[in-house]
């Protein structure tokens, strides 16, 4: 069964820094890998997904990679603002209706 | 944009009482999902819908029917309320690009 795991579980960075969050997957015969933000108390937001064809994904200050033969995914985050904070989680999809969640990363983002 | 509503933001139900969790998406999508979501737990499907009038049990179905009589609308049933049903529901659409799409979450506290 697929497992996905982000570390670290949370991280605290100071406003404009970069950051890398990380998601690793067991099994690397996956459709594709989506990341989200989750605000509290609110739903998922998608952010970026990648294709298991993709390489990478950019969206804003938002770029996600993507390598199935190491099982990982990274979400690089690009001068950081106290408005990205929230738990960020990825999810690996292994059939239309398969889809394996990370425990998520919590970030704060210091003003 | 994919529009995924979530009726109730906030309920607050008695033990034994019968629980109606509505949701409605805007992009003709076959695939519809319930989940859960606890704290240490991450999310856990409840039930999935791959089209009208047809359901399959997803990880923790116990306590729990669903209903999908159109397309757009999959409902979740508590027949019996129960304190242990107490958390954040949260229902999604996929895309046909193989995108998950999420509501703004149900969060039920059965008393």
């Known amino acids: 069964k697929q497992e996905v795991t982000q570390i670290p579980a949370a991280l605290s960075v100071p406003e404009g820094e970069n950051l890398v969050l990380n998601c690793s997957f067991t099994d690397s015969a996956i459709y594709n890998l989506q990341w989200f933000r989750q605000d509290p108390g609110k739903g998922l937001t998608s952010l970026l997904l990648?294709?298991?064809?993709?390489r990478e994904q950019t969206s804003g200050r938002l770029n996600a990679s993507l390598d199935k033969s190491s099982g990982r995914s990274t979400l690089y985050i690009a001068a950081s603002q106290p408005g990205d904070s929230a738990t960020y989680l990825c999810?690996?999809?292994?059939?239309?209706?398969?889809?394996?969640f990370g425990t998520g990363t919590r970030l704060t983002v210091i003003p | 944009d994919v529009k995924v509503t979530q009726s109730s933001r906030y309920l607050v139900k008695r033990t034994g009482e019968k629980v109606f969790l509505e949701c409605v998406q805007d992009?003709?999508?076959?695939?519809m999902f319930w989940y859960r979501q606890d704290p240490g737990l991450g999310l856990r499907l409840i039930y999935f819908s791959y089209d009208v009038k047809m359901k399959e049990k997803g990880d923790i179905p116990e306590g729990y029917s669903v209903s999908r009589e159109k397309k757009e609308r999959f409902s979740l049933i508590l027949e019996s309320a129960s304190t242990n049903q107490t958390s954040m529901y949260l229902c999604a659409s996929l895309g046909v690009t193989g995108e998950l799409f999420f509501g703004e979450g149900s969060r039920l506290t059965v008393l």
């Open positions: 992009m003709d999508h076959e695939n």
């Open positions: 990648i294709q298991s064809s993709q």
């Open positions: 999810a690996a999809r292994t059939g239309a209706n398969n889809l394996f």
